[in-house]
């Protein structure tokens, strides 16, 4: 095979010579890797000729490697992700009864680069890296041959894909429509697979929507930066008393009203920044039994660490002056960036400057179809802290 080898030289002490799939450009040998094409697969070794994996290389990255599998010389070609995905498919089947799940979800799947998200025969493929980019066709050929999905969108919309030298686009490859209806936890709920965001649901936050509706009946409910209404419409049909669905998104908040009629509930829809309106309300002394909070990622980046952490403690302490005696505040973080016991001790801050005392009733993460790497902590990157406030 006249594939290149990247060189791993042991003093780097790079996290690849403890499992980790993330080679850094600051961990190789440059100067043979210069030669290598953007996106190319390589095989990666160390000094000593021993195999750490096959990857793909892009010299444009801080991520120069990120591999695909553990053994030199593997061939990367539909097959290939033909045994991914239906490796994928065979742990969502044993969870789930219904085909509404993420399928592959990068490196916790095996393939870095790609998520495809599952609404019963139409699929939502994103694709974030130029290594995964190359292997498009492959990667298309293997999800109709496994699945023979009705239609297939590609979301080549991520805002790192710039960082990758990537163009942005969405595109319906197979089949029409973007509109789907999918199902979550006895819930009906609408997607827009081109107009939302990301791939357009997120599937990462059903275990928690559940538990969080498991306390709803006869509640009031504020589901602080809503998106679709994922835990407001789930709430409702819990038999809330009343539940507010706050997002600065109108697009989010309408198709929210509609998954709401589809289940025959009401929400209240709210346009405005969260921020903000928490103020507006804490000011005006409303409260709700039940806040949820689960904001776009404030660490974007490693730099904006500080300035993040200081948003999710004014998060807190401004959902926690919301939220009624004796009620349930959840509080969650999306940002890879920011490890879970930062969070944490951020959002306890924020507690404690409001004022309030708290237990901490439930530490979740994203449901069993968002695998972790054993080897990558950012792989688990959903944090959702649930407090009972006094
Ligand atoms: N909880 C949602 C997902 C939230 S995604 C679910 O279960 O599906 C984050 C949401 O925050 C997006 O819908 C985005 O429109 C909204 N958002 C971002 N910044 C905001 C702000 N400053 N004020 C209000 N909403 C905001």
Redesign the pocket.
Known sequence: MSRKTVIVPKSSKARSHAGSPWIFSNEIRMDEAKTIAPGAVVNVRGEDGRALGTGYFNPKSLISVRLLAPDCDVAIDAEFFVTRVTRSLALRDTVYDKPYYRLLHAEGDGVPGLVVDRFGDVLSVQVGTVGMERQLDAILHALDSVLAPKTVILRGDAPWRALEGLDCYVKIVKGTGHRVALEENGARYIADLTEG?KTG??YD?RDN?AFMAGFAKAKTVL?????????GVLAAKAGAREVVC????AP?LAIAEESARANSVKIQPVK????E?LERLGVAGERFDIV?A???PFVKSKKDLEPGAKAYRKLARLAARVCEQDGLLML?S?SHNISPERFAAECAQGLLRSGRRATLIRQAGAGPDHPAHPFLPESAYLKALIYALD
């Open positions: 965001q649901w997120y936050q929507r589901d602080a930066y809503s998106y679709t209404g994922g835990f706050l997002d600065s998104s989010a405005a920044d969260v921020f309106e949820l689960d904001p776009p969650a999306c």
